[in-house]
């Protein structure tokens, strides 16, 4: 049976054409560089080299043979390259589900960090809401998810990726919007574009209860669950929202974005979540370009 260690013994040879330089090259001496190839020969059932005192020489057997040696340990090179890769998590496949809002920012900036850090990984991202994550985290459809908390589900772990202020979204005409920044009492009576409580319940809830906490109850006009559906229906002037910073990046004409002025930081959260006894070396490398990320 061929020896890697017999092909490279005998590539050696062939390229050097000469025994000392292929052990010098090998780093060991001539008469174990000899019996390799008297082995490999034998092997094969064929001569590969013609050897006198003063000249070594490829058979056409060896001349055929040679090209073909080069390849295999080429090959095995690369196999080792890639395995060791991969076990290291600098190299493989990712698949990565993510919400429609974490796409307004967070998404790709962590995608940009992921090609710079880990050019060899690839990541098959995948749109999905916060329950199908969960779902396909638990089936192995996806093998990392971007979902918003709580993340309670015993065969979970997870990481606060992300922590973003919520910003009023205003009807660009609106007075508001003429201010630095509202208060949560500003948005008392005032009709009001909230998010559906079963459909966005993260964020339903998280504003709901801001509302409840400061004692402010606006005037809900429309329930929707997309950001930028909400952001349609403020331009048309419908009504005030509460959003995510990062909806500032869809740039919706006819929209003004101010700080929203709050006792305390109430950020809406995102959390980086996987499966506790994963298989996927990736992960730990997806980990680590995290912990490397500046905030929003």
Not at 113 to 141: F, I, N
């Amino acid at each position: 049976m061929l020896d890697f260690s017999q092909l490279r013994c005998f590539v050696a040879v062939a390229e050097e054409l000469h025994f000392g330089r292929a052990a010098a090259r090998l780093n060991m001496t001539q008469p174990p560089l000899s019996r390799q190839i008297q082995v490999l020969e034998r092997v094969l059932d064929v001569q590969l080299l013609e050897r006198t005192s003063r000249s070594v020489r490829l058979t056409a057997a060896g001349r055929s043979f040679l090209p073909e040696a080069q390849h295999i340990l080429r090959l095995a090179e690369t196999a080792t390259h890639v395995t060791r890769q991969v076990a290291a998590g600098r190299s493989g496949v990712l698949k990565l589900g993510f919400t429609a809002a974490s796409a307004y920012d967070f998404l790709p900036r962590l995608v940009t960090a992921c090609r710079t850090a880990l050019p060899d990984v690839t990541l098959s991202l995948r749109e999905m809401v916060t329950k199908d994550q969960v779902e396909g985290l638990l089936s192995g459809q996806i093998d990392a998810g971007l979902i918003r908390p709580p993340v309670s589900h015993p065969e979970l772990d997870a990481t606060r990726a992300l922590a973003e202020p919520l910003i009023a979204a205003l009807p660009a005409g609106d007075p508001l919007a003429a201010r630095g920044s509202v208060s949560l009492g500003d948005f008392s009576g005032a009709p009001f574009i909230a998010y559906a409580p079963h459909e966005a319940h993260y964020f339903h809830d998280l504003v709901v209860g801001l509302f409840a906490e400061a004692g402010v109850q606006p005037s809900v006009r429309q329930q929707l669950t997309q950001i930028h559906s909400i952001l349609a229906l403020v331009r048309a002037g419908l009504g005030l929202a509460l959003v995510p910073a990062a909806a500032e990046r869809l740039r919706f004409e006819g929209v003004a974005f101010r700080p929203l002025d709050l006792p305390e930081p109430r950020p809406a959260e995102l959390y980086l979540t996987w499966r506790r006894d994963h298989d996927n070396p990736v992960l730990g490398g997806l980990l680590r370009v995290l912990g490397t990320m500046d905030g929003p």
